[in-house]
């Protein structure tokens, strides 16, 4: 029994996959939180495992001469039992700043701890997103934030859509906590993207309600000649034949009056 492999259902597989990924953005989230931490890829090949650290100051993250990568790689290859040379880290540098939820969540998290005012540092944040050509922006602050009475502050500009299957890819959203003197604020950042083509600074797929006019084909498209005319003419050709236009009896042939 020792040495038979134990098989795994993709359901567990797919389980197990999820958990790895949660418990990996957990751990990086605590250790990079200050080097501009902005999400984890895990790619999985059949010899080895790449994970992609996507952070808005890569060069912190590397460390000097790469020491600091090491050391993750090292960590991460003894918590979630990788064997050696098997487990790969890579820094990633954010293409668009102001169109990543988890990197505007943080900075507006260290503004707050800094002793920024909320309404200034939320409008801050709204504008750096929207001059980063977002199509919309939700910022909400929910907690103490002046007295004892908890209340939430709600920020927004722009446009932004709350149901329907496109918010999985159009919205970008992140919460994070943050531990004042007085109480825990909650903080939460959502971002709507535009449609980009290329699908670089967007989703590729348009938008359900979004209607697209085409130019009418040359051979369908007569000039000078509106539609309802056409079809008053075609209509009368059909009552009175081509050659009679007007309806006239021919030669010969009266009219019979009862």
Known sequence: MAGQVMQVSKKRKFI??????AELDEFLKRELAEDGYSGVEVRT??????????????????????KRIRELTSVVQKRFGFTENTVELYAEKVAVRGLCAIAQCESLRYKLLGGLAVRRACYGVVRYI????????????????????????????????????????YVDRAVRHVLMRQGVLGVQVKIMLKHDPRGKQGPK??????????????????????????KQQ?????????????????????????
Do not use: W
Not at 136 to 141: K, N, P, T, Y
Not at 239 to 258: L, R, S
């Open 130 to 169: 929207m001059e980063s050509d977002a199509k919309g922006c939700e910022v909400v602050v929910s907690g103490k934030l002046r007295g004892q009475r908890a209340k939430s502050m709600k920020f927004t500009d722009g446009i932004m859509i709350h149901s329907g299957d496109p918010i999985n890819s």
């Open 45 to 66: 090949a059949p010899t080895n495992t790449e994970i992609i650290i996507l952070a808005t100051r890569t060069q912190s993250v590397l460390g000097e001469k790469g």
């Open 205 to 230: 797929r348009p938008l359900p309600d979004n209607v697209t006019v085409l130019e009418p084909k040359e051979e369908d498209y007569h000039q000078g000649v509106p539609s309802s005319e056409q």
């Open 16 to 21: 197990n996959n999820g958990v790895f990924k």
């Open 234 to 258: 075609h209509d009368t050709l059909g009552q009175h034949g081509p050659g009679n236009p007007a309806g006239v009896p021919p030669p010969g042939q009266g009219v019979q009056v009862q």
